[in-house]
Protein backbone atom coordinates (compact mmCIF):
# COMPACT_ATOMS: atom_id res chain seq x y z
CA UNK A 1 0.00 0.00 0.00
CA UNK A 2 2.87 2.22 0.85
CA UNK A 3 4.34 1.92 -2.80
CA UNK A 4 0.94 2.47 -4.56
CA UNK A 5 0.98 6.06 -2.21
CA UNK A 6 4.01 7.07 -3.33
CA UNK A 7 3.31 6.07 -6.87
CA UNK A 8 -0.49 8.05 -6.64
CA UNK A 9 1.60 10.94 -5.21
CA UNK A 10 4.41 10.98 -7.68
CA UNK A 11 1.92 10.60 -10.69
CA UNK A 12 -0.26 13.75 -9.11
CA UNK A 13 2.95 16.01 -8.55
CA UNK A 14 4.13 15.09 -11.99
CA UNK A 15 0.64 16.21 -13.43
CA UNK A 16 0.70 19.07 -11.32
CA UNK A 17 3.81 20.43 -12.52
CA UNK A 18 3.48 19.32 -15.82
CA UNK A 19 -0.27 21.35 -15.92
CA UNK A 20 1.94 24.45 -14.62
CA UNK A 21 4.20 24.31 -17.15
CA UNK A 22 1.55 24.18 -19.83
CA UNK A 23 0.04 26.79 -18.46
CA UNK A 24 3.21 29.30 -18.45
CA UNK A 25 4.06 27.96 -22.18
CA UNK A 26 0.39 28.98 -23.19
CA UNK A 27 0.38 32.75 -21.10
CA UNK A 28 4.12 33.20 -22.46
CA UNK A 29 3.07 31.62 -26.48
CA UNK A 30 5.93 30.02 -26.19
CA UNK A 31 4.67 28.13 -29.46
CA UNK A 32 1.87 29.77 -31.74
CA UNK A 33 -1.14 27.72 -29.90
CA UNK A 34 -3.57 30.08 -32.50
CA UNK A 35 -1.48 28.88 -35.50
CA UNK A 36 -3.57 26.55 -36.97
CA UNK A 37 -6.60 29.26 -37.02
CA UNK A 38 -4.73 32.07 -38.11
CA UNK A 39 -2.69 30.14 -41.13
CA UNK A 40 -6.56 28.59 -42.06
CA UNK A 41 -8.41 32.11 -42.30
CA UNK A 42 -5.25 33.74 -44.21
CA UNK A 43 -4.49 31.02 -46.81
CA UNK A 44 -3.22 32.50 -50.03
CA UNK A 45 -2.39 35.74 -48.15
CA UNK A 46 1.04 36.34 -49.77
CA UNK A 47 2.75 37.98 -46.17
CA UNK A 48 5.57 39.35 -48.40
CA UNK A 49 3.53 41.72 -50.45
CA UNK A 50 4.36 45.37 -50.47
CA UNK A 51 0.35 46.52 -49.51
CA UNK A 52 -0.43 48.49 -46.55
CA UNK A 53 -1.63 45.41 -43.74
CA UNK A 54 -4.51 45.79 -41.60
CA UNK A 55 -4.22 43.31 -38.61
CA UNK A 56 -8.17 41.90 -37.47
CA UNK A 57 -8.01 40.58 -34.38
CA UNK A 58 -11.36 39.54 -32.13
CA UNK A 59 -13.57 36.28 -31.31
CA UNK A 60 -15.88 33.99 -33.60
CA UNK A 61 -17.53 37.63 -34.99
CA UNK A 62 -13.84 38.17 -36.76
CA UNK A 63 -13.38 34.20 -37.81
CA UNK A 64 -16.75 32.96 -38.35
CA UNK A 65 -18.34 32.12 -42.10
CA UNK A 66 -18.38 35.04 -44.47
CA UNK A 67 -17.12 36.92 -42.12
CA UNK A 68 -16.06 41.05 -42.59
CA UNK A 69 -12.65 40.47 -43.41
CA UNK A 70 -13.55 38.79 -46.35
CA UNK A 71 -16.07 41.22 -47.46
CA UNK A 72 -13.28 43.90 -46.94
CA UNK A 73 -10.89 41.93 -48.79
CA UNK A 74 -13.20 41.56 -51.47
CA UNK A 75 -13.96 45.56 -51.30
CA UNK A 76 -10.36 46.87 -51.19
CA UNK A 77 -7.79 44.31 -52.58
CA UNK A 78 -5.16 47.25 -52.32
CA UNK A 79 -4.76 46.30 -49.26
CA UNK A 80 -4.14 43.19 -47.07
CA UNK A 81 -6.48 42.00 -44.66
CA UNK A 82 -4.35 40.25 -42.23
CA UNK A 83 -7.55 37.76 -39.80
CA UNK A 84 -6.44 37.14 -36.91
CA UNK A 85 -9.56 36.46 -35.40
CA UNK A 86 -10.35 33.43 -33.26
CA UNK A 87 -13.33 31.92 -31.40
CA UNK A 88 -13.79 31.70 -28.02
CA UNK A 89 -11.56 34.10 -26.96
CA UNK A 90 -11.27 37.64 -25.13
CA UNK A 91 -9.10 40.32 -24.74
CA UNK A 92 -6.85 38.09 -22.39
CA UNK A 93 -5.81 36.20 -25.36
CA UNK A 94 -6.00 38.88 -27.77
CA UNK A 95 -2.83 40.36 -24.70
CA UNK A 96 -1.26 36.65 -24.89
CA UNK A 97 -1.29 36.99 -29.07
CA UNK A 98 -0.66 40.27 -30.52
CA UNK A 99 3.17 40.68 -29.78
CA UNK A 100 3.38 37.52 -31.87
CA UNK A 101 1.12 38.88 -35.07
CA UNK A 102 2.77 42.21 -34.81
CA UNK A 103 6.39 40.62 -35.64
CA UNK A 104 4.59 38.46 -37.64
CA UNK A 105 2.29 40.72 -39.71
CA UNK A 106 4.07 44.08 -39.13
CA UNK A 107 0.82 46.14 -39.92
CA UNK A 108 -0.08 49.24 -40.48
CA UNK A 109 -3.56 49.20 -39.19
CA UNK A 110 -5.28 47.08 -36.07
CA UNK A 111 -8.88 46.44 -35.69
CA UNK A 112 -9.48 44.97 -32.33
CA UNK A 113 -13.31 43.92 -32.36
CA UNK A 114 -15.12 43.87 -28.78
CA UNK A 115 -18.51 41.75 -28.44
CA UNK A 116 -20.72 43.12 -25.40
CA UNK A 117 -21.79 39.47 -25.04
CA UNK A 118 -19.22 36.63 -23.51
CA UNK A 119 -16.65 39.25 -23.11
CA UNK A 120 -16.64 39.44 -20.02
CA UNK A 121 -17.07 35.92 -19.09
CA UNK A 122 -13.81 35.32 -21.08
CA UNK A 123 -12.34 37.02 -17.53
CA UNK A 124 -14.64 35.00 -15.08
CA UNK A 125 -17.16 32.75 -16.12
CA UNK A 126 -19.76 32.79 -12.72
CA UNK A 127 -20.28 29.72 -10.49
CA UNK A 128 -23.53 28.91 -10.23
CA UNK A 129 -23.98 25.40 -8.28
CA UNK A 130 -27.90 25.20 -7.18
CA UNK A 131 -28.66 25.99 -11.31
CA UNK A 132 -25.65 24.15 -12.96
CA UNK A 133 -23.70 20.76 -12.62
CA UNK A 134 -20.65 19.76 -10.69
CA UNK A 135 -18.43 19.52 -13.64
CA UNK A 136 -19.68 22.69 -15.40
CA UNK A 137 -18.64 24.72 -12.19
CA UNK A 138 -15.22 22.95 -11.87
CA UNK A 139 -14.63 23.50 -15.02
CA UNK A 140 -15.74 27.21 -14.96
CA UNK A 141 -13.56 27.54 -11.64
CA UNK A 142 -10.69 25.86 -12.68
CA UNK A 143 -10.42 27.62 -16.46
CA UNK A 144 -11.15 31.43 -14.33
CA UNK A 145 -7.14 30.82 -12.75
CA UNK A 146 -5.74 28.00 -15.71
CA UNK A 147 -5.90 29.57 -18.72
CA UNK A 148 -4.61 26.96 -20.90
CA UNK A 149 -7.54 24.73 -19.43
CA UNK A 150 -10.05 26.80 -21.60
CA UNK A 151 -7.88 26.66 -24.75
CA UNK A 152 -7.83 22.74 -24.68
CA UNK A 153 -11.71 22.95 -24.09
CA UNK A 154 -11.89 25.20 -27.13
CA UNK A 155 -9.48 22.53 -29.03
CA UNK A 156 -11.72 19.58 -28.39
CA UNK A 157 -14.32 21.41 -29.13
CA UNK A 158 -13.22 21.91 -32.79
CA UNK A 159 -12.04 18.18 -33.15
CA UNK A 160 -15.62 16.93 -32.37
CA UNK A 161 -18.15 19.52 -33.36
CA UNK A 162 -19.09 20.01 -36.91
CA UNK A 163 -19.36 23.32 -38.78
CA UNK A 164 -22.48 25.42 -38.64
CA UNK A 165 -24.78 25.53 -41.96
CA UNK A 166 -24.91 29.48 -41.51
CA UNK A 167 -27.63 28.91 -44.89
CA UNK A 168 -29.69 26.54 -42.24
CA UNK A 169 -29.42 28.86 -40.01
CA UNK A 170 -30.60 31.35 -41.67
CA UNK A 171 -33.98 29.93 -42.49
CA UNK A 172 -34.78 28.33 -39.62
CA UNK A 173 -37.65 30.66 -37.15
CA UNK A 174 -36.66 31.73 -33.86
CA UNK A 175 -37.30 29.01 -31.03
CA UNK A 176 -36.29 29.07 -27.58
CA UNK A 177 -35.44 25.11 -28.14
CA UNK A 178 -33.18 25.62 -31.41
CA UNK A 179 -31.53 28.56 -29.51
CA UNK A 180 -27.75 28.55 -29.11
CA UNK A 181 -27.31 26.53 -26.25
CA UNK A 182 -24.42 28.39 -24.40
CA UNK A 183 -26.67 31.54 -24.64
CA UNK A 184 -28.97 29.89 -22.55
CA UNK A 185 -26.83 27.78 -19.77
CA UNK A 186 -25.52 31.75 -19.19
CA UNK A 187 -28.57 33.08 -18.94
CA UNK A 188 -29.77 29.77 -16.46
CA UNK A 189 -26.34 30.50 -14.38
CA UNK A 190 -27.41 34.39 -14.20
CA UNK A 191 -30.66 35.40 -15.42
CA UNK A 192 -29.48 39.19 -15.30
CA UNK A 193 -26.01 38.63 -15.97
CA UNK A 194 -26.47 40.97 -19.12
CA UNK A 195 -27.72 43.91 -17.46
CA UNK A 196 -25.15 43.51 -14.33
CA UNK A 197 -22.73 43.47 -16.85
CA UNK A 198 -23.07 46.50 -19.03
CA UNK A 199 -23.58 48.66 -15.78
CA UNK A 200 -20.28 46.94 -14.16
CA UNK A 201 -21.94 46.35 -11.36
CA UNK A 202 -21.82 43.84 -8.16
CA UNK A 203 -19.03 40.94 -9.00
CA UNK A 204 -18.72 42.27 -12.41
CA UNK A 205 -17.13 45.33 -11.67
CA UNK A 206 -13.60 43.51 -10.39
CA UNK A 207 -14.37 41.92 -14.01
CA UNK A 208 -14.60 45.15 -16.41
CA UNK A 209 -11.97 46.80 -14.23
CA UNK A 210 -9.73 43.23 -14.86
CA UNK A 211 -11.29 43.62 -18.59
CA UNK A 212 -10.08 47.12 -19.10
CA UNK A 213 -6.10 46.49 -17.78
CA UNK A 214 -6.02 43.92 -20.50
CA UNK A 215 -7.61 46.07 -22.91
CA UNK A 216 -4.80 48.77 -21.43
CA UNK A 217 -2.23 46.02 -22.21
CA UNK A 218 -3.85 45.74 -25.94
CA UNK A 219 -3.53 48.88 -26.33
CA UNK A 220 -0.09 49.67 -25.11
CA UNK A 221 1.44 47.10 -27.49
CA UNK A 222 -0.15 49.27 -30.70
CA UNK A 223 0.89 52.45 -29.27
CA UNK A 224 4.71 51.33 -28.97
CA UNK A 225 4.78 50.78 -32.84
CA UNK A 226 2.36 54.24 -33.40
CA UNK A 227 -0.54 51.49 -35.27
CA UNK A 228 -3.63 53.63 -36.00
CA UNK A 229 -6.65 51.21 -33.82
CA UNK A 230 -9.96 51.19 -33.95
CA UNK A 231 -12.19 49.03 -31.32
CA UNK A 232 -15.01 47.78 -32.94
CA UNK A 233 -17.59 47.15 -30.18
CA UNK A 234 -20.45 44.96 -31.33
CA UNK A 235 -23.84 44.96 -29.18
CA UNK A 236 -25.81 41.82 -27.89
CA UNK A 237 -28.66 41.11 -29.75
CA UNK A 238 -30.82 42.24 -26.95
CA UNK A 239 -29.45 45.80 -27.05
CA UNK A 240 -30.87 46.21 -30.98
CA UNK A 241 -34.63 46.41 -31.02
CA UNK A 242 -37.85 45.51 -28.91
CA UNK A 243 -38.05 42.39 -30.85
CA UNK A 244 -34.99 41.19 -29.85
CA UNK A 245 -35.21 42.64 -26.44
CA UNK A 246 -38.06 40.19 -25.81
CA UNK A 247 -36.82 37.43 -27.64
CA UNK A 248 -33.89 37.59 -24.75
CA UNK A 249 -36.62 37.58 -22.06
CA UNK A 250 -38.15 34.78 -23.76
CA UNK A 251 -35.11 32.67 -23.30
CA UNK A 252 -35.17 33.56 -19.50
CA UNK A 253 -33.18 36.42 -19.32
CA UNK A 254 -34.29 39.60 -16.49
CA UNK A 255 -33.22 42.73 -16.39
CA UNK A 256 -33.93 46.54 -16.59
CA UNK A 257 -35.09 47.33 -20.26
CA UNK A 258 -34.07 50.47 -20.14
CA UNK A 259 -30.21 49.83 -18.56
CA UNK A 260 -30.24 46.99 -21.25
CA UNK A 261 -31.05 49.29 -24.16
CA UNK A 262 -29.21 52.22 -23.37
CA UNK A 263 -27.09 53.71 -26.34
CA UNK A 264 -24.30 54.38 -23.64
CA UNK A 265 -23.94 52.10 -21.30
CA UNK A 266 -21.39 51.83 -19.02
CA UNK A 267 -19.37 48.99 -20.21
CA UNK A 268 -19.09 50.74 -23.17
CA UNK A 269 -18.51 54.48 -22.03
CA UNK A 270 -15.35 53.04 -19.45
CA UNK A 271 -14.08 50.99 -22.72
CA UNK A 272 -13.75 55.07 -23.99
CA UNK A 273 -12.47 56.30 -21.37
CA UNK A 274 -9.58 53.86 -21.62
CA UNK A 275 -9.23 54.20 -25.50
CA UNK A 276 -8.97 58.32 -24.85
CA UNK A 277 -5.50 57.90 -23.13
CA UNK A 278 -4.00 56.36 -26.50
CA UNK A 279 -4.03 59.22 -29.04
CA UNK A 280 -3.83 56.27 -31.95
CA UNK A 281 -6.95 55.02 -30.79
CA UNK A 282 -10.77 55.01 -32.16
CA UNK A 283 -13.61 53.16 -30.68
CA UNK A 284 -17.30 52.53 -32.45
CA UNK A 285 -19.98 50.90 -30.71
CA UNK A 286 -22.06 49.66 -34.05
CA UNK A 287 -25.27 49.47 -32.18
CA UNK A 288 -26.65 53.36 -33.88
CA UNK A 289 -25.93 51.26 -37.09
CA UNK A 290 -27.65 48.29 -35.93
CA UNK A 291 -31.08 50.05 -35.22
CA UNK A 292 -31.08 52.49 -38.37
CA UNK A 293 -31.15 49.23 -40.40
CA UNK A 294 -34.29 47.52 -41.48
CA UNK A 295 -33.13 44.04 -41.89
CA UNK A 296 -32.20 41.10 -39.46
CA UNK A 297 -28.49 41.44 -38.40
CA UNK A 298 -28.41 38.27 -35.90
CA UNK A 299 -29.14 34.56 -36.99
CA UNK A 300 -32.53 33.60 -35.13
CA UNK A 301 -31.37 31.30 -33.02
CA UNK A 302 -28.01 32.37 -32.46
CA UNK A 303 -25.95 35.46 -30.67
CA UNK A 304 -23.81 36.31 -33.76
CA UNK A 305 -24.25 38.01 -36.64
CA UNK A 306 -25.41 37.05 -40.49
CA UNK A 307 -23.87 37.60 -43.56
CA UNK A 308 -25.85 41.02 -43.62
CA UNK A 309 -24.66 41.90 -40.22
CA UNK A 310 -21.13 41.11 -40.95
CA UNK A 311 -21.40 43.66 -43.86
CA UNK A 312 -22.36 46.51 -41.43
CA UNK A 313 -18.69 45.70 -39.58
CA UNK A 314 -17.40 45.97 -42.66
CA UNK A 315 -18.86 49.32 -43.80
CA UNK A 316 -17.85 50.67 -40.32
CA UNK A 317 -13.69 49.67 -40.91
CA UNK A 318 -14.04 50.68 -44.14
CA UNK A 319 -15.18 54.65 -43.06
CA UNK A 320 -12.45 54.72 -40.13
CA UNK A 321 -10.08 53.47 -42.75
CA UNK A 322 -11.42 56.76 -45.09
CA UNK A 323 -11.30 59.03 -42.16
CA UNK A 324 -7.61 58.60 -41.34
CA UNK A 325 -5.10 61.12 -42.70
CA UNK A 326 -2.65 59.42 -44.90
Known amino acids: MRRWKKRILNGLIMALLSALLFEVCFRWQVIDFYGTEFHFLNQGEDLEAKKERVLVMGDSF ?34 YMLGRRFRQVEPDYLVYQIYLGNDLFDVRNPLA ?27 MGQFFAAPPDTAKMEQLAFS ?23 KGEEEWENDLDSYLNYLEDVLEKGEEEQIPTLLLIVPHFAQVNEDLFARFQALGAVGDRATIMDPAPAWVRKIDSTAAAF ?34 LADAVARWLGEIPQ
Open 62 to 95: TASDSNYVEQLRRRFPDKMWINGGVPGTGVIQAQ
Open 129 to 155: WSELGLARNVYWGLSNRFRSLGYLNYK
Open 176 to 198: VDRFNGREKMYLKARPDWLEKQL
Open 279 to 312: PHVQTHFLLSDFRSDSLPLYFPNDPHLNPHGQSR
